[in-house]
T-cell receptor, first 114, second 113 residues
Framework: GAVVSQHPSRVICKSGTSVKIECRSL??????MFWYRQFPKQSLMLMAT?????????EQGVEKDKFLINHASLTLSTLTVTSAHPEDSSFYIC??????????FGPGTRLTVT | DQQVKQNSPSLSVQEGRISILNCDYT??????FLWYKKYPAEGPTFLIS?????DKNEDGRFTVFLNKSAKHLSLHIVPSQPGDSAVYFC????????????FGQGTELSVKP
């Protein structure tokens, strides 16, 4: 199957700092990528849809100024958590839409804000 | 408003027996349903899907059944193996929403040897 990578896999940052998470489709081009967030033992909650070359579409309740998304190329989308707070600690997962229609997920990034 | 629901947070099954994971949904505009398997601290892995125009799709040990009138789908795994132990998520795709998926809460399957 197609491969989607995320970097870093795990990050610890101090409250008030910003953290950037990268999502890459390694062997296909993805015009659309999605960012999810998962709390322990809960569902994956869609945060935003990232479209290459245009602004991201955010789900209701997700602060676009806090979770900055950039989809600068067909293989890379980045999520920047600005002014992170402990409540932003979570597991962030991206997915990329394959041209064949399937959606492939990255391995996730564990963010811990101290 | 939880549009996709998995009401059983966990399921324990003996190796070799059938595992049945259930999922209910509320939005009749969903046109495609998918099942994902997820291990802790990893991203979900696609297992099997079904279009809303079908009522069954089979792939090896995995079969998904869709009952549109009841807005219910289920994943059958037979025979179950210890390596199947993971969290299973059902997800639904909304027609014309660019691939956006709505996930259920997940069911943790434990297959005991």
């Amino acid at each position: 199957g197609a491969v989607v990578s995320q970097h870093p896999s795990r990050v610890i940052c101090k409250s008030g700092t910003s953290v950037k998470i990268e999502c890459r489709s390694l062997d296909f081009q993805a015009t659309t990528m999605f960012w999810y967030r998962q709390f322990p033992k809960q569902s994956l909650m869609l945060m935003a849809t990232s479209n290459e070359g245009s602004k991201a579409t955010y789900e209701q309740g997700v602060e676009k100024d806090k979770f900055l998304i950039n989809h600068a190329s067909l293989t890379l989308s980045t999520l920047t958590v600005t002014s992170a707070h402990p409540e932003d600690s979570s597991f962030y997962i991206c997915s990329a839409s394959h041209p064949g229609g399937e959606q492939y997920f990255g391995p996730g990034t564990r963010l811990t804000v101290t | 408003d939880q549009q996709v629901k998995q009401n059983s947070p966990s399921l324990s099954v003996q190796e070799g027996r059938i595992s049945i994971l259930n999922c209910d949904y509320t939005n009749s505009m969903f046109d495609y349903f998918l099942w994902y398997k997820k291990y802790p601290a990893e991203g979900p892995t696609f297992l099997i899907s079904i279009s809303s125009i079908k009522d069954k799709n089979e792939d090896g040990r995995f079969t998904v059944f869709l009952n549109k009138s009841a807005k219910h789908l289920s994943l059958h795994i037979v025979p179950s193996q210890p390596g199947d132990s993971a969290v299973y998520f059902c997800a639904a795709n909304l027609y014309n929403q660019g691939g956006k998926l709505i996930f259920g809460q997940g069911t943790e399957l434990s297959v005991k040897p």
